[in-house]
């Protein structure tokens, strides 16, 4: 046993009394106060008045911190917003954390801090979850599983089906930076003029965005694979393709230069407070708007659009020199462990 009693031991997973200790002092004095009260097995929730969304997840990024954002305030804003590009508003998580044995409880202590800040920012309630510990080697430290539950927002119908050629393709901030800024972190490259993750939650961006959502054909959070895995995703053996511009799109240069130097294209790069959307022409405009008129999208910009040719089923983009380049979907693991 640890004298100092500063490290996780496989005793805390073990459903004695250092497992107690570990809920008592840790767990329910940041959680305890809604439907983890009284530590039942599940969750007792009141009812939501409409359709419910739910979304689940896991989180094993490495390093655990990174300029912008940790593990904790990732899995929280992760599962946040993909319910919110869904058209739904997170209500209630559950939080399952995966210890390794050796674990100071200094860093779990501020992963737990980090949780609870982003959960109070986003407007969600950890409702119930889990404690295990595994043999030291086995984890890397933490990992995160998270499910959630949310309700849905009036208006939106959200479907790849409901796209047609002319309508705008729309980014609600710079792209790449999360990606980046964790590659800086690995390779201890994070500098205070460095890549800094977006790693936030895009619940405003929908939520200003709800006045238009009859326009709004389809949206995603860029996570994994970045803007062009999302974007292939959604034209993918469709009657129509996406060309991009490349002059339009947002990027924040500590960002793109980091990309260039590793040989990555930034549309690669995951985003973890971005939204991708397709809109009808008739409201891009408005939506831009009430995206900027939000922290979190003061950068949005229209980037591209849908057209019918040559490009049908796939991405394409105008570069600056005027010519055009087939987008493709990221080839393996580019960025592994990055959320």
């Excluded at 309630?125 to 595994?134: N, R």
């Excluded at 959630?148 to 710079?174: K, N, Q, T, W």
């Excluded at 991009?244 to 230069?257: R, V, W």
């Amino acid at each position: 046993m640890d004298p100092k009693g500063d490290r996780i031991l496989l005793a805390h997973g073990g459903g004695g009394r250092l497992t107690a200790a570990l809920i008592a002092d840790e767990i329910v004095p940041r959680f305890g106060d809604g439907p983890l009260r009284g530590l039942p097995d599940a969750a007792d929730l009141p009812p939501i008045g409409g359709a419910i969304a739910f979304t689940t997840d896991a989180f094993v990024v490495q390093p655990p911190f990174f300029p912008g954002g940790d593990i904790g305030s990732l899995a929280v804003n992760g599962t946040v917003n993909d319910l919110a590009v869904c058209g739904a508003r997170a209500r209630w998580l559950s939080l399952a954390l995966i210890l390794e044995e050796g674990l100071t409880f200094d860093v779990l202590r501020r992963v737990l801090d980090s949780v609870t800040v982003a959960a109070k920012a986003a407007g969600v309630t950890v409702a119930t979850g889990d404690t295990k510990v595994v043999p030291r080697g086995q984890c890397d430290g933490l990992y995160l599983a998270t499910s959630g539950l949310g309700e849905r927002l009036p208006g939106y119908a959200l479907s790849p089906e409901r796209i047609r050629p002319g309508d705008r393709v729309l980014v609600s901030g710079p792209v790449g930076d999360h990606g980046m800024a964790v590659m800086a972190a690995r390779m201890q490259f994070a500098s205070a003029g460095g890549p800094r993750s977006d790693c936030a939650s895009v619940l405003p961006l929908v939520e200003a965005a709800a006045p238009m959502a009859g326009g709004i054909r389809w949206m995603r959070d860029p996570t994994r694979g970045g803007v062009a895995a999302a974007l292939n995703e959604c034209a993918r053996g469709r009657p129509w393709g996406i060309m991009l511009h490349e002059a339009a799109i947002p990027l924040h240069s500590a960002s793109a230069a980091l990309a260039d130097a590793l040989g990555l294209d930034p549309l690669h790069s995951p985003c973890e407070g971005r939204i991708v959307a397709v809109c009808d022409p008739s409201v891009a405009g408005e939506v831009l708007r009430s995206w900027r008129s939000t922290e979190v999208g003061r950068e949005a910009a229209e980037i591209g659009s849908i057209v019918c040719g040559a490009w049908d089923g796939a991405v394409a983009m105008e570069t600056r020199m005027g010519g055009r380049r087939l987008v493709d979907m990221p080839l393996g693991e580019l960025l592994p462990r990055i959320c």
